[in-house]
């Protein structure tokens, strides 16, 4: 029987930390052979961390990486090892998977289609492979490529096949949106129809930034068929038997590499050693992906706890006002980086509610957070008397408004300067895309955990809190109560914004999709919805780019994702 134990490694690198992440290797490499592992690969620019940015400008980051490669490479063995590391070769620096077994690097793989959309700026750092290897191990042709390199068809998995590979190892750092499981393993089913090969799809886990790499590692069949899937948000080891036999079994004609020059071409190595004849002996895993709202809760959970941590923050300080924002970025916090290391602030005015009180401080206790109580009419009636002089005989309008929300800024930052505790900021998607909220206010802190959630998706997540927990954790009261920044008396969110079930489609439709508004008003949403939606969200770009960053779970997110000039005077309306 021609065999092949597979092992994919979805380790939590970070970026920079060339020591641990190299020691997270390791582990895995330990870990897969004592499995009796034939190969183990491991995520794309594991070495590094992804995506590493301008570090790959630096020469010494560079060679300080390839001295880690060395420090791997010695601790090869049998277990041939695939890992992602940035390469210098011939002037050139690649995105490339290094191919290492029993004390040596036998041969390495650059990168040949490099994604430039999007968080992605890989023509900014690496240049195009073209060499595909075919490794022959144990009788089993073996092809190796990286992350992009299997979206597309022909693809350099296609030369691999053209070669005689049956099996191909993809090493990814694959970040999350929504929905992006299914996507992959649509376009895996396909890919390994389509090249006749069996797919071993390996992606790392973490947060970094923005970005939140989910792992849930594929394995399949020739014919496209889930083997095993590794869990999503968790380090795991996942490991399949793959029957090269049948995988070469009545496959059709090979393709041709002539026409597949554009792409690569296949290039040889045989590693050796005699064909498995043990049956297999590996149940392999295949864990369940979670729902939608769990999916998206772990999500910014997991980004949150490895900002925090890998930032160095030894806790986190919130603004809890009593509304379902506050409430959901304090329960995110607290199951990412314990009760005991969140406090939050309870800031009351002359605006705010006993409700507010009541809702904010269930909530604490539920969450079993510590909740301090720092009123600001004090602060803020000084604020007016030193301006009172400047602003004359002028009525309150909207500066009172925003004095109010960066008092409030101020107090948190003070608290994070005195105790070493990071900001989390409360704003959800809706608000950043139409502007609604304050400069040095609201925006200011280090981090926006719920930054690209639309307000209608934050109470679907609190009513899955609550779901998942069994029990009231975010208090039924703030979820019905409707949307206020309390800033003046009897104020509602409706009032400066159309209803967030209008508003939010009108969004997700003209900053994710960028539908014109003459498509957006032959679907029928409102026009004064239209117009008022668009008008702000495009002269709120200024405030955008001033904002901290926050988890991706949209397919278009706010930032790299998104990227418009603050002076434009295009009007779409």
């Not at 992006?180 to 970094?208: D, P």
């Not at 139409?434 to 200011?444: R, V």
């Not at 019905?480 to 159309?498: G, I, K, N, V």
């Not at 079930?501 to 032959?522: G, K, N």
Request: aromatic share 6%; charged share 25%.
């Amino acid at each position: 029987m021609r065999r092949l134990r597979v092992a994919l490694a979805q380790i939590n690198p970070t970026v920079g930390d060339l020591d641990a992440n190299t020691r997270l290797i390791l582990d895995a490499m330990d870990e897969a052979a004592q499995a009796g592992a034939d190969v183990v690969a491991l995520p794309e620019l594991a070495i590094t961390g992804y995506p590493p940015e301008d570090l790959l400008f630096k020469r010494q980051f560079l060679d300080e990486a390839d001295r880690r490669l060395d420090q791997i490479v010695a601790a090869s063995g049998d277990t041939l090892v695939i890992v992602g590391t940035p390469r210098r070769a011939g002037g050139n620096l690649y995105n490339a998977a290094a191919v290492l077994r029993r004390g040596k690097q036998v041969a390495a793989y650059h990168k040949v289609f490099l994604p430039n959309y999007g968080v992605f700026d890989e023509h900014r750092y690496f240049a195009r492979g073209g060499a595909c290897p075919v490794l022959t191990l144990k009788g089993v042709r073996l092809g190796v490529c990286v992350c992009e390199d299997i979206w597309f068809q022909p693809n350099p998995a296609t030369v691999a096949r053209a070669g005689g590979a049956e099996v191909v190892v993809n090493i990814n750092g694959s970040p999350y949106h929504r929905g992006k499981g299914r996507e992959r393993l649509a376009m895996l089913a396909e890919r390994a129809r389509a090249n006749e090969v069996a797919l071993a799809y390996v992606n790392m886990v973490g947060g970094q930034d923005e970005l939140v790499f989910d792992g849930q590692s594929l394995i399949l069949d020739r014919s496209g068929a889930l083997l095993a899937r590794g869990p999503q948000f968790e380090e795991a080891l996942l490991i399949a038997d793959l029957d090269a036999d049948a995988v070469a079994e009545g496959r059709g004609a090979t393709p041709s590499l002539d026409a597949l020059r554009d792409i690569g071409e296949p290039a040889y190595y045989d590693l050796g050693g005699e064909p498995d004849a043990r049956p297999p002996e590996i149940a392999p895993q295949v864990s369940a992906e979670l729902g939608p709202e769990a999916e998206v809760y772990a999500a910014l959970v997991l980004g949150t706890r490895d900002y925090v941590r890998k930032s160095g923050f030894r806790g986190a300080v919130i603004g809890l006002s009593g509304g379902i924002d506050s409430a959901l970025t304090t329960a995110i916090a607290a199951d990412a980086l314990g009760a005991d290391a969140v406090t939050t602030f309870f800031m009351p005015s002359q605006y705010t509610s006993g409700q507010s009180y009541d809702d904010a401080k269930r909530l604490a206790a539920n969450l079993s957070v510590r909740m301090l109580t720092v009123p600001i009419k004090g602060v803020f009636d000084a604020y007016l008397g030193e301006l009172a002089p400047v602003f004359e005989e002028r009525g309150a309008d909207l500066t009172e408004e925003n004095i109010q929300a960066r008092i409030r800024g101020n107090l948190l930052m003070a608290a994070s300067n005195k105790f070493g505790w990071i900001v989390l900021t409360t704003g959800n998607k809706s608000e950043m895309a139409t502007g609604y909220s304050t400069l040095y206010g609201d925006l200011a802190g280090g981090f926006a955990v719920i930054k690209d959630v639309p307000k209608t998706l934050v109470r679907a997540l609190a009513l899955h809190l609550n779901a998942a927990a069994g029990r009231e954790v975010v208090p039924q009261s703030i979820i019905d109560r409707p949307p206020t920044a309390e800033l003046r008396p009897d104020q509602l969110d409706e009032d400066s914004l159309p209803p967030y079930e209008v508003l939010d489609p009108i969004l997700e439709a003209y900053v994710e999709r960028d539908v014109p508004v003459e498509e957006l008003l032959a679907s029928g949403a409102p026009p004064d919805a239209v117009a008022r939606a668009v008008h702000l969200v495009d002269r709120s770009e200024y405030k955008r780019r001033q904002a901290p960053p926050g988890v991706k779970i949209t397919a278009r997110a706010f930032g790299r994702d998104r990227r418009l000039p603050l002076v434009n005077r295009f009007d779409p309306r």
